[in-house]
């Protein structure tokens, strides 16, 4: 699968869809199940800690997430159900904006209710990265990105920083090669 990059341009296609909110999935058949599969692949492939639906050009509340020390995990049109009072600084990077890295306070433990693509539904409560990740890609299914949460200033020095990276593809290629794993 083709992972969408945010080009920062008002008439991107791509722009659009990763700014869009994802439509609540009303069945979760085998064309789920595949599409699921699908993005843990790509989010192996890309070495990425997690990948949401708008990112693939699937407008679907899904995301898939694999924090380290963690396991693949599908969640299916999650609610957070409840953030710990407590905020946390975490660098946070993106497959849709690769290159950048930002610290970005969230809070430190969430509960998250979801369903899997089998179709079970299950409560998840998680902190450290995974609490992390799972917020990052939740707010993917907001047509919201991390770079949406720094201050006007730091945004607009990693857009530039973006637009750079994109005028010089042999870069971009690489940008996805980072330890600490983006989503
Ligand atoms: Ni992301």
Same mark, same amino acid.
């Given at each position: 699968?083709?992972?969408?990059?945010? #080009?920062?341009?008002? +008439?991107?296609?791509?722009?659009?869809?990763?700014?869009?909110? !994802?439509?609540?999935? $009303? +069945?979760?058949? =085998?064309?789920?199940?595949?599409?699921?599969? !699908?993005?843990?692949?790509?989010?192996?492939?890309?070495?990425?800690?997690?990948?949401?639906?708008?990112?693939?050009?699937?407008?679907?509340?899904?995301?898939?997430?694999?924090?380290?020390?963690?396991?693949?995990?599908?969640?299916?049109?999650? =609610?957070?159900?409840?953030? =710990?009072?407590?905020?946390?600084?975490? #660098?946070?990077?993106?497959? =849709?904006?690769?290159?950048?890295?930002?610290?970005?306070?969230?809070?430190?433990?969430?509960?998250?209710?979801?369903?899997? #693509?089998? /179709?079970? *539904?299950?409560?998840?409560?998680?902190? /450290?990265?995974?609490?992390?990740?799972?917020?990052? #890609?939740?707010?993917?299914?907001?047509?919201?990105?991390?770079?949406?949460?720094?201050?006007?200033? $730091?945004?607009?020095?990693?857009?530039? $920083?973006?637009? $750079?990276?994109? *005028?010089?593809?042999?870069?971009?290629?690489?940008? *996805?090669?980072?330890?600490? /794993? !983006? /989503?």
């Amino acid at each position: 699968m083709n992972i969408l990059i945010l #080009e920062n341009k008002p +008439d991107s296609e791509q722009d659009r869809v990763l700014r869009q909110k !994802a439509k609540a999935i $009303k +069945d979760i058949n =085998s064309e789920i199940r595949q599409l699921a599969l !699908a993005m843990v692949d790509t989010m192996h492939r890309d070495r990425g800690v997690g990948l949401a639906g708008p990112q693939v050009g699937q407008l679907k509340r899904i995301f898939v997430t694999h924090a380290e020390g963690d396991e693949s995990r599908v969640f299916i049109n999650p =609610s957070i159900i409840w953030t =710990s009072q407590n905020e946390i600084n975490y #660098e946070e990077g993106c497959l =849709s904006l690769p290159g950048l890295w930002a610290d970005i306070k969230r809070p430190e433990s969430i509960k998250i209710q979801a369903w899997n #693509e089998k /179709g079970r *539904a299950f409560t998840l409560e998680a902190s /450290g990265i995974l609490a992390r990740v799972i917020q990052h #890609e939740y707010d993917h299914l907001e047509g919201i990105l991390f770079i949406d949460r720094v201050n006007e200033v $730091k945004r607009e020095k990693l857009l530039v $920083k973006l637009e $750079k990276r994109a *005028a010089r593809p042999e870069k971009r290629k690489k940008a *996805a090669d980072f330890g600490m /794993g !983006a /989503g």
